[in-house]
């Protein structure tokens, strides 16, 4: 059974901090890694990584993927409050349509 | 500009009543899927759907039953609800897996009492 684990469970960190958030996978047949950001609603998608030691970046969000020990990590720096949210990250197999989520990472920005 | 729609959004419902959740997406996307999301126990996959006509069994189908026949459309139905189904549900949608992104609903929040 596929499996993804997100550490930490929670964390609490002030405005201007930087972050990482820890995702790590036993997938079989593995094709990518997906995080979202989820506030108060629907997840919202930020990067999908199919390839080792590539970064991708958007703004102060970075992520980058490492196929050989099976784990990804989303780096946020000079964190604000708006980045207050449950971040999950989810991995997808070949051959199979369906993604396989972590429990989900609560992030608390205190201003 | 609607992408995926659920509803109903909120619903109170008493042991053993049966409901469905409608979940509409107007993407003509291929695939669609009917999560809940619990506390602690992050988004599990309910059942799933590849095309018009088909679903299959996700991680926890045991007490639901899902419908795909319209592309737009996926059906989620509770015949017998328990409050261990107390949850918030998410539909989603993609074209195709390997694009990446999933498109989700709202969620629709359901308590049985």
């Known amino acids: 059974e596929d499996k993804v684990v997100q550490s930490p469970l929670s964390l609490v960190v002030h405005e201007g901090d930087t972050v990482t958030l820890n995702c790590s996978y036993e997938?079989?047949?593995?094709?990518?890694l997906l995080w979202y950001k989820q506030e108060k609603k629907a997840p919202t998608f930020l990067f999908m990584l199919?390839?080792?030691?590539i970064e991708k970046k958007s703004g102060r969000l970075s992520s980058i993927l490492d196929k050989k020990e099976l784990f990804s990590i989303l780096n946020i720096t000079a964190t604000q409050t708006g980045d207050s949210a449950v971040y999950l990250c989810?991995?997808?197999?070949?051959?199979?349509?369906?993604?396989?989520f972590g429990t989900g990472t609560r992030l608390t920005i205190i201003p | 500009n609607a992408g995926v729609t659920q509803t109903p959004k909120f619903r109170v419902l008493k042991t053993g009543q049966s409901m469905t959740l409608l979940c509409a997406q107007d993407m003509n996307h291929e695939y669609m899927y009917w999560y809940r999301q619990d506390p602690g126990m992050g988004l599990r996959l309910i059942h799933y759907s590849v095309g018009e006509g088909t679903t299959a069994k996700g991680e926890v189908p045991d007490g639901y039953n899902v419908s795909r026949l319209k592309k737009q459309n996926f059906l989620l139905g509770l015949e017998s609800a328990a409050p261990s189904q107390t949850s918030v549900y998410f539909c989603a949608s993609n074209q195709r897996v390997n694009t990446g992104e999933l498109f989700f609903g709202e969620g629709s929040r359901l308590t049985v009492l």
């Open positions: 997938v079989t047949n593995f094709r990518s």
């Open positions: 989810a991995g997808t197999n070949f051959g199979n349509e369906k993604l396989t």
């Open positions: 199919t390839s080792s030691g």
